[in-house]
T-cell receptor
Framework: EAQVTQNPRYLITVTGKKLTVTCSQN?????MSWYRQDPGLGLRQIYYSMNVEVTDKGDVPEGYKVSRKEKRNFPLILESPSPNQTSLYFC???????????????????FGPGTRLTVL | AQSVTQLGSHVSVSEGALVLLRCNYSSSVPPYLFWYVQYPNQGLQLLLK??????LVKGINDFEAEFKKSETSFHLTKPSAHMSDAAEYFCAVGGGYQKVTFGTGTKLQVIP
């Protein structure tokens, strides 16, 4: 089954304690992204990756790091979490960049189930 | 710079009625535009995307959107609402799935 998995699904932590949220996809996709979702703000892109060792910043990269050492994994790292990083996080992957005309049923992004992070 | 404005944070329609969710965009380059749906406690699902190939875009679950450059709009429609359409809908603009900016979302309520 094609899927994007995230771990952990729920995490409560304290300010300053480094944490990593893992994201893994089993579809050999090149493109992967991280988003955060906050009430009233919608989704905002944190980082994205176009292939192994190729990453770039989204709209809200401050306080986050990513790495893409393998095609299937795209972990999100919070070196020193702060309360303003309390949020719902989603990882996504796609085979294409989304720029070509394609059937949205197949040329699509696959989203993970989300990670709810609380930083006290 | 790019941005998206979704008009109406909550929209209610009767079952069987037309669904119209409004989205206006701003982009300094020809845009790629997307509509996503998020069902309660789930991740997002892509409904459709505009890639300049055609102004009227058909997506999954009978949703459509029309790109109107003169109005900088990309409104989402569905001829007949089903109860299962109740969800939150997000419009987005970007250079593809990467470098994408989302709107703040519109929650659709379908009344029996």
């Amino acid at each position: 089954e094609a899927q994007v998995t995230q771990n952990p699904r729920y995490l409560i932590t304290v300010t300053g304690k480094k944490l990593t949220v893992t994201c893994s996809q089993n579809m050999n996709h090149e493109y992967m992204s991280w988003y955060r979702q906050d009430p009233g703000l919608g989704l905002r892109q944190i980082y994205y990756s176009m292939n192994v060792e190729v990453t770039d910043k989204g709209d809200v990269p401050e306080g986050y790091k990513v790495s893409r050492k393998e095609k299937r994994n795209f972990p999100l790292i919070l070196e020193s979490p702060s309360p303003n990083q309390t949020s719902l996080y989603f990882c996504a992957s796609s085979l294409t960049s989304g720029r070509a005309l394609g059937n949205p049923s197949t040329d699509t992004q696959y989203f993970g189930p989300g990670t709810r992070l609380t930083v006290l | 710079a790019q941005s998206v404005t979704q008009l109406g944070s909550h929209v209610s329609v009767s079952e069987g009625a037309l669904v119209l969710l409004r989205c206006n965009y701003s982009s300094s380059v020809p845009p790629y535009l997307f509509w996503y749906v998020q069902y309660p406690n789930q991740g997002l699902q892509l409904l459709l995307k505009y890639t300049s190939a055609a102004t009227l875009v058909k997506g999954i679950n009978d949703f459509e959107a029309e790109f109107k450059k003169s109005e900088t709009s990309f409104h989402l429609t569905k001829p007949s609402a089903h109860m299962s359409d109740a969800a939150e809908y997000f419009c987005a603009v970007g250079g593809g799935y990467q470098k994408v900016t989302f709107g703040t979302g519109t929650k659709l309520q379908v009344i029996p």
